[in-house]
């Protein structure tokens, strides 16, 4: 993984863990409850967000790598493993 990559998704979950913190306090002191699933919502596309950035990563180094050994079968199965857990 690229150092630039890892760096940008640890700081991002580090947020996230801040994120998942907050709401376990939320429910605890029984905030609204639209409230709540605002934040579930952040905390999801936050996720989101850190797939997102790994993906380009294997895109941009795995499956490059891949298609440049002649392994192009593997990387068609990976795009499509990954695209099939996207849509999830």
């Known amino acids: 993984?690229?150092?630039?990559?890892?760096?940008?998704?640890?700081?991002?979950?580090?947020?996230?863990?801040?994120?998942i913190r907050g709401l376990q306090k939320m429910i605890d002191e029984e905030k609204y409850c639209i409230d709540i699933i605002t934040q579930t919502s952040a905390i999801k596309e936050a996720l989101s967000g850190v797939g997102n950035l790994l993906l380009e990563?294997?895109?941009?180094?795995?499956?490059?790598?891949?298609?440049?050994?002649?392994?192009?079968?593997?990387?068609?199965?990976?795009?499509?493993?990954?695209?099939?857990?996207?849509?999830k």
């Open 1 to 19: 993984m690229r150092k630039d990559i890892k760096n940008k998704a640890t700081r991002r979950l580090k947020i996230i863990e801040g994120q």
């Open 57 to 87: 990563n294997h895109l941009n180094t795995h499956v490059i790598e891949q298609i440049k050994s002649n392994n192009e079968n593997q990387a068609i199965a990976e795009i499509l493993k990954i695209y099939k857990l996207k849509i």
